[in-house]
């Protein structure tokens, strides 16, 4: 059983920790009506008080469900934070303008979420705050996010929570459960789903990670691991270490050329 008094206890320490050591006056948070953003925000409007947070809405008319925006405007008005709402359409569109067309989702949905990241750090700079990330660890743990888009930030604090643990440390802040219960997506284009797109539900994907991060992932025993989860195919437990594999350079600085 998770002790999420100590969890909270330790992820309110960190943010207060690191906005003080970094000597800004508070953090943005990109606020999208799902759990994950909730939780970030609670968080810090527990650990640093309301008025250093700052909620930003970043909606895509043509995408964001009008559900979405009113979850997030209701966790603005419970915590009592600042926020901005702006619809992130024409910047978008001007950007397709200009670019070569596609019709390929990832592309145009990596596109939005820079966007997204470059409003962030805007307010971020002009208000001398930190861009408060959002992920959580099952995300962070198999690269599904966007480099330099909602990958961009200066601090996670819920970076070791699975999605699991995110859920019912949820419940432990007393958030809306139409929020808890909502069902995961990026938003980064219309019917997205995460658990459909990743093709794992995140029990089965955090009970794998949890065994991958105890082991050597590169030897991995497979009649063990068949029978801790009877019910995953050989094909999704790879799929998984190939996600950690291929997305691996999400998560370092970008080589440098040393020269002698």
Known sequence: MDDFTLINDSINAFIKNQVQRGKVNGVVVGLSGGID??????????????????????????????QDIDDALEICSILKIDYKLIYINNVKNQFLEILEKTDNNLVRGNLLSRTRMCILYYYANLMNRFVLGTADKSELAIGYFT??????????????????????????????????SKKSSARLWKNQETEKEIGLSFAELDAILSFIQKKDKHKFDYSLIKKMFPSLSQNKLDYVLDLINKNEHKFSFPPLCRLN
């Open 37 to 66: 953003s909730t939780v970030a925000a609670y968080c810090a409007s527990n650990s640093i008080g309301k008025e250093r947070v700052l909620g930003l809405l970043l909606p895509d008319k043509e995408i964001t469900p009008q």
């Open 147 to 180: 480099k330099f888009g909602d990958g961009a930030s200066d601090l996670f604090p819920l970076g070791d929570l699975y999605k699991t643990q995110v859920k019912e440390y949820a419940k432990f802040l007393n958030i809306p459960n139409q929020i808890i």
